[in-house]
């Protein structure tokens, strides 16, 4: 019986989130460390995504598809994929006389999914953690709410529910958990669609196709053609956080 | 021995009735918290962590300072420490009480808590400082109650505390030690991010502590019959001379490192600290105050005469014991965030919710200390009959 109501618990948490990792990738997750499965990564095309300055269609269909509420306070604000001024998003570049279409600009922030992430390495209850296929996953009943993550985390991709966020959500969409006050929450590489082999629902809403998501493992994939033969960038990579986010500038 | 506690004149009861009703008020806040979550405080998504954090920072280098009387008298035979020692314990085990308790007001599902014990994950100093908090009040617990008991009856302390004492030493350095961890290994805050960090958590705490002792060594003589004599005192503020001395060095390390190199990075942490940032002053009046006050204290320490004068010794402790509390409850953990990772400067006050649970939480430890201190003293007080 005990047994039974620990799985229960446990299946009913990774349920809530959609699919358990291990389900979700069966082959994947095994694979990876052998070096066969995939690993997701992002490219995104800054010069594509900047001909439409205020476009927003990423966000809301990100914020929409995962429950994200709408705050009134700035600093409740929750937020899993945002613009940031150039020079914030990447603080490194020493960007006085770049052109300044670019500069001026706001870039395509989420967060990085890093190789190495120094926030599943810092929380105390692993709560938050790195899938074989790359994918820096959440349990948000697990989170305790110390927000440890968010202190060590270098691009500011992680947001703490600083007061209940379900009276502040327009929509909800029943597919997808909502959250409760007190836990940590970020991106997740649309880890529930994966299974589906649909893309990311931020990739899916970009008219201007400036977002494009591959794996890494395999040398065929476009998004390893496109950066063979286009440079890109990543933020900060000297943190050795490695993150999974190129960006073409 | 508890029951001691429970036997007292009027202003004793008077005391721990008006504690009561701090900490009444600190629940009530509390609970308002739990019921709506920690938006009630000032923090934000860019400012994380602050008035509730760096207050366990501070008082767990007030806990750590109890080894600044344990250590000369067990290490080195100082006799004088002798009626200070049990004072150091207890300060240390309620100072840990309010850490925990700082620790717990801090988290946004406080029920879930247990889960760090249930999935322990030694990656992450957060453990680490659970199990060295968590053993450091074990370990003075059983101490203070162990050499407590044997004053009572008259006799030596068994010696198989002895080594327990001696353990509780190096234990005290690594709670700090592990504290300054939790900070000073994230590559993401360029402010927290300095080896220095820990022997400057430890030149503090060994200031503050004792200068802490000294005042309440001096207010529990004017209450009680209670007198240690001059000279623990007059040791103890030598204690606090060379700590102070120290940390005054360290900081001025870091300014040099940071300013220097001119990372700006580096830089931003220091101007928002001391000249204000994008506008941002908030912390400038009291880190210049911090500043002065450290001044004061070293001029009035360092100076054999001043720091001879019993009037003038208070001065300069309660001037290190600011000093710090600004630097460390204050200063530290909220500049950490500014300006964040992307650059944005967001400011940061506590609100009146998170001042009252806080002010909650520092009465539990007056309360504490008050019990503990009153037992001690009764079970003096016995002897001397």
Known sequence: MKAGRRSFLKNAGLGALGLAASKAFPAGAEGAKAGGGPRWAMLIDTRKCLEEKECAKCAEACHEAHNVPTLPNPRHEVKWIWKENFREAFPDQEAEYFDEVLTSSKMLVFCNHCDKPPCTRVCPTQATWRRADGVVMMDWHRCIGCRYCVAACPYGSRSFNWIDPRPHLANVTPTYPTRTRGVVEKCTFCEERLPEHRSPACVEACEAKAMMFGDLADPTSEIREVLRTRFAVRRRPGLGTHPEIFYLV | ????????????????????????????????????????????????????????????????????????????????????????????????????????????????????????????????????????????????????????????????????????????????????????????????????????????????????????????????????????????????????????????????????????????????????????????????????????????????????KEKTLIVACLAVFFSIWIDKGLGMVVTGFVPSPLGHVTSYWPTLPEVAISVGIYAVGALVITIFYHIALSVRGEIAH
């Open chain 2, 1 to 308: 021995m508890l029951e001691k506690a429970l036997v007292g004149n009027r202003s004793y009861w008077g005391w721990l009735a008006l504690l009561a009703g701090i900490i009444a008020v600190g629940a009530f806040f509390y609970l308002r918290q739990f019921a709506v979550g920690l938006g009630i405080t000032g923090l934000s998504r860019d400012v994380t962590w602050g008035f509730y954090i760096a207050q366990f920072t501070f008082l767990v280098g007030v806990a750590a300072s109890a080894v600044m009387v344990v250590l000369p008298y067990y290490l080195h035979n100082y006799k004088a420490f002798g009626k200070m020692t049990i004072l150091g314990e207890f300060l240390a085990i309620a100072a840990v009480i309010m850490c925990m308790l700082f620790i717990f007001v801090d988290m946004g599902q406080p029920t879930r808590v247990l889960n760090v014990i249930l999935y322990p994950t030694p990656k992450s100093l957060m453990f680490w400082d659970m199990v060295s908090l968590s053993g450091y009040l074990v370990l003075n617990v059983l101490i203070s109650h162990v050499t407590l008991d044997a004053e009572r009856k008259g006799i030596a302390p068994p010696s198989w505390i002895k080594p327990i004492i001696i353990l509780s030493i190096p234990w005290a350095i690594s709670i700090h030690t592990v504290t300054a961890f939790l900070y000073s290994g994230l590559a993401a805050r360029p402010f927290w991010m300095t080896a220095v960090l820990a022997p400057r958590f430890l030149a503090s705490a060994f200031a503050a502590g004792p200068a802490l002792l000294i005042l309440m060594t001096l207010l529990i003589r004017r209450l009680t019959r209670f007198d240690p004599g001059r000279e623990p005192l007059q040791r103890l503020a030598v204690i606090v001379t060379y700590a102070m001395t120290m940390n005054v060095f360290l900081i001025l390390m870091e300014l040099f490192t940071g300013l220097y190199s001119a990372i700006p990075e580096h830089v931003a942490h220091f101007k928002f600290l001391y000249v204000g940032l994008e506008g941002n002053t908030t912390l400038v009046p009291w880190m210049w105050t911090s500043v002065v006050l450290a001044v004061l204290a070293l001029v009035l320490l360092l100076n054999p005469h001043t720091r001879g």
